[in-house]
């Protein structure tokens, strides 16, 4: 190591207490996390000591005793199944290396690199600096390959050359990269001496990295005390701080050998070097499974995995005289899929002012557009229920924020609303009660989604209550704030029935008449209707992109509520939101259906489908590609809710029902919600249990409706049952 931080550690070490023995080794960092022993370290440091010994007593830049010990490391990847690669630089008139090793699999696009440096000073072997960071890193390489780790982050290692010349090597490395592949990289991770004899302080490097917190909690459950330092100077992360990437890692302090022939191998301290091993093996099994991300092909970032969510608490604050602001406190509740040492949530706009998990204070950073990273004092056990809150204000998220005149707003939009008013896991697969405690001036009205609760009144302010009861998608929940005409009513069968119309709409009874006999109706084809409560939300934004949306229970509605898009909306009570889908690319299940149910109301009102709405559908578009040129599963990115999925779409269901009989089409639609209600489901179970429940073979129907990019064969228009 050579740096500014050189000057700095002695000062450092100074103030600081000497621990009064050696660290215990190191424990498994938890459920699934390897650890290893000294034995697995001891062999590689024992080569670096065999190969200085053999070259004159050091391995340093330009001598055969570091291109022997890069051999040596390259060799060792090379059987694991690493992709190993050497990049040759000058320094001084002399040849130099380094090594870059990637572990096959991962999203390339979210790498994360681990480094290390090879090379000694020409005075010594150098086993601590860095022939300990080294082999710590191969350790760590070799037990990922040993146990076969799948990834969703792309893990890269490199071992520099030429470090102590001046970030030679790591120099010309990050210098190669365009912007592009810069920006691929999630984050750096450095290690530069870590076995120095009774450590005082663990120095934990840190320029935005998400390992800095998981490096500063194992030293400290193992009682030693964490400086940490920049990214300025140092060692090879200064080299990827400089080109703007993230860097963490962490050293030991200085030994008495620091740079001298005396950093031979019995310089270590056994007990520290497999500690530190572990700590990495620890942080590349925390980070190598990106918790940003439920792994939606169409928005990777949505959602966050490690846990599923059951239930949230949102309470939220509003003044129409501040229309960009909005004060929040939530609190989630989810059950640990694996162990967490930290988690994400998606939260657009605000500053977080506190997040704490079980009552504890937690760490918090932000990440990107809208990741909400938390790492909690205590690593969450899978399986564990914990409740993370998170306390916000400030300038609200703009996704599915549509302003009211006056000052009001309606939080609705698809596919993303949510995390533009409170921390979400903001995916449709994973569903969750939900509880909202809305307070606004007083002669306003907070509307949201399920039965409302108990409303109260102090110091001219009025809080709102709303509960949904059944599991809800997070782009289903809504609230909205205006000055709302309530009408409230009940179904025959008890179910509440809840209109808001906000300031500009004018109620209509008629329309509200309507919900019983297209409840009645749904309900004969799609089985019971699956909510506690019905209703409406009928707003006039000035802004934003919504016309109507199926928030769960109530629907919204821009300007007035009609019967044609009530038809829709309801329908979606089904489709959409008791069974939601898997993820983007399953639009279909949604819109398709929903779209045909505006026929399915015209007929029960009288209409010939055959001859009035299929027809004219198939002949009016028979000529024209466009139409038929977008797939109605998988469309692609961005095309989630193409308008294929409503117009073709419609057709295809349509055509469907004529190819398996009303008979197995409507059976199918009850058992489809039936099986699948309260979770999320996919197009290809849809196609399955069509075929399943018709007892026909429709994959030639399906292939050339939902998978087809041109019109399909006259046989699949036009089917003669």
């Not at 062999?43 to 001598?63: C, K, W, Y």
């Not at 310089?267 to 940003?292: F, G, H, R, Y």
């Not at 204000?393 to 009211?404: E, F, L, S, V």
């Not at 599991?471 to 205006?482: E, I, K, N, Q, R």
Request: proline share 6%.
């Amino acid at each position: 190591m050579r740096s500014r931080l050189r000057r700095l550690l002695p000062v450092l070490l100074g103030a600081a207490v000497l621990l009064s023995g050696t660290p215990a080794l190191a424990q498994s960092g938890g459920t699934g996390v390897p650890a290893v022993t000294y034995a697995d370290v001891l062999p590689h440091l024992q080569a670096f000591q065999h190969i200085a010994d053999a070259n004159g007593g050091n391995r340093a830049h330009g001598t055969p005793g570091f291109r022997q010990s890069l051999d040596y490391v390259k060799a060792r990847l090379d059987l694991a199944g690493f992709r190993t690669r050497i990049e040759k630089f000058r320094h001084e008139d002399k040849d130099g290396f380094n090594l870059i090793a990637d572990w096959p699999g991962g999203d390339e696009r979210r790498t994360a690199f681990l480094g290390a440096h090879l090379d000694s000073v020409p005075e010594g072997p150098g086993l601590n600096d860095n022939g300990s960071g080294s082999a710590a890193l191969l350790t760590t390489a070799l037990t990922v390959a040993r146990k076969k780790l799948a990834t969703d982050r792309h893990l890269r290692f490199a071992w520099w050359g030429a470090e102590e010349e001046g970030l030679i090597g790591s120099r010309h490395h990050v210098g190669k990269l365009s912007p592009a592949e810069l920006d691929k990289i999630d984050f750096y991770l450095n290690f530069d001496m870590t076995a120095t004899p009774k450590p005082s302080t663990m120095f934990v490097i840190d320029s935005g990295s998400p390992a800095t917190a998981l490096f500063q909690r194992y030293f400290q459950d193992r009682n030693l005390p964490v400086l940490e330092v920049g990214a300025g100077g140092g060692s090879d992360h200064t080299a990827f701080h400089d080109k703007g990437v993230a860097t963490g890692g962490f050293m030991t302090p200085l030994d008495e050998c620091y740079h001298k022939a005396c950093d031979t191998l019995a310089n270590l301290d056994p007990a520290v070097q497999t500690m530190s091993t572990n700590a990495i093996i620890s942080a590349v099994w925390a980070l190598a499974k990106d918790p940003a991300g439920a792994g939606d092909p169409y928005y990777p970032k949505d959602g966050n995995s490690g846990y599923q969510v059951e239930h949230y608490d949102v309470k939220i604050d509003y003044d129409p005289a501040k229309p960009d602001e909005l004060t929040g406190d939530t609190t989630v509740t989810a059950v640990a899929q694996r162990d967490l040492e930290l988690f994400h949530l998606d939260l657009n706009g605000f500053t977080v002012s506190e997040t704490t998990v079980d009552g504890a204070r937690a760490a918090h950073r932000r990440e990107d557009e809208h990741e909400l990273v938390i790492t909690p004092k205590q690593r969450v056990r899978k399986g564990s229920t914990f409740k993370v809150r998170v306390r916000y204000a400030g300038k609200h998220g703009t996704q599915g924020w549509n302003p009211i005149a006056g000052g009001g707003f309606s939080a609705a939009g698809e596919p993303h609303s949510a995390a533009s008013w409170y921390p979400a896991n903001d995916h449709p697969s994973d569903k969750a009660t939900f509880s909202l405690t809305a307070t606004v001036p007083e002669g306003w009205t907070a509307v949201g989604n399920g039965k409302p609760g108990q409303t109260t009144k102090a110091g001219g302010r009025s809080t709102f209550r709303w509960h949904e009861d059944q599991p809800m998608a997070t782009y289903l929940s809504t609230v909205a704030v205006d000055r709302f005409t309530l009408r409230t009513s009940t179904l025959k069968d008890g179910t509440p029935a809840i209109y808001a119309w906000g300031s500009g709409t004018t109620p209509a009874p008629e329309s509200e008449a309507l919900m019983q006999p297209m409840l009645d109706y749904f309900s004969k084809l799609y089985g019971p209707y699956p909510f506690s409560s019905t209703g409406g939300i009928i707003v006039n934004t000035t802004g934003g992109d919504l016309h109507a949306l199926e928030t769960q229970s109530r629907p919204t509605y821009t300007g007035g509520m009609w019967d044609v898009s009530m038809a829709h909306e309801l329908t979606h009570q089904w489709f959409g939101n008791a069974v939601t889908v898997a993820d983007w690319r399953n639009g279909c299940l949604n819109e398709c259906v929903a779209q045909y149910a505006n026929q399915l109301w015209e007929e029960h009102n009288g209409a010939d489908l055959d001859k009035g709405f299929y027809r004219r559908v198939i002949e009016d578009n028979r000529d024209k590609p466009e139409f038929w040129n977008t797939r109605l599963y998988d469309p692609g990115p961005g095309k989630e809710l193409h308008h294929a999925l409503y117009d073709k779409g419609s057709a295809m269901m349509h055509a469907l029902r004529r190819t398996i009989g009303d008979q197995a089409f409507f059976g199918l639609l009850k058992r489809w919600v039936r099986e699948h209600n309260g979770g999320a489901a996919s197009w290809p179970e849809f196609e399955a249990l069509a075929q399943q429940v018709s007892g026909k073979d429709l994959r030639g129907f399906f292939d050339a409706w939902a998978h087809g990019t041109v019109i399909p064969a006259e046989r699949y228009l036009y089917p003669k049952s």
